[in-house]
Nanobody, 124 residues
Framework: QVQLVESGGGLVQAGGSLRLSCAAS????????LGWFRQVPGKERKFVSA????????YYTDDVKGRFTISRDNVKHTVSMQMNGLEPADTAVYYC?????????????????WGQGTQVTVSS
């Protein structure tokens, strides 16, 4: 079992920045790929970014490349995502997730564990 708890969401103006963090705990948590997804009401949950356990393999959806940066700390068992240049289209609930497969799997069904989500709202 892996437990994930997100923090760092909030309200920010367009062009601003936020940093999301996710604290992971449980058995062999460092062996999992950790990722971020986001979801708006009435829409499917979509992949944002993921990182493998060593940090050597990272993936981003095209929408956030160059603006978001994912990182992980295997000593503190955390994964973070720095979000710069935020746009109103980034408004969503952001979920941290853990996958036993790898960061290149971008579909939600490849992720076994999920956090409760944190709201990010970007005003125009």
């Amino acid at each position: 079992q892996v437990q994930l708890v997100e923090s760092g969401g909030g309200l920010v103006q367009a062009g601003g920045s936020l940093r999301l963090s996710c604290a992971a705990s449980g058995h062999s948590v460092n062996s999992y790929a950790l990722g971020w997804f986001r979801q708006v009401p009435g829409k499917e949950r979509k992949f944002v970014s993921a990182i493998n356990w060593t940090g050597s393999s990272i993936y981003y959806t095209d929408d956030v490349k160059g603006r978001f940066t994912i990182s992980r700390d295997n000593v503190k068992h955390t994964v973070s995502m720095q979000m710069n240049g935020l746009e109103p289209a980034d408004t969503a609930v952001y979920y941290c997730a853990a996958s036993p497969y790898g960061p290149h799997f971008t579909k939600p069904n490849f992720y076994d564990y999920w956090g409760q989500g944190t709201q990010v709202t970007v005003s125009s």
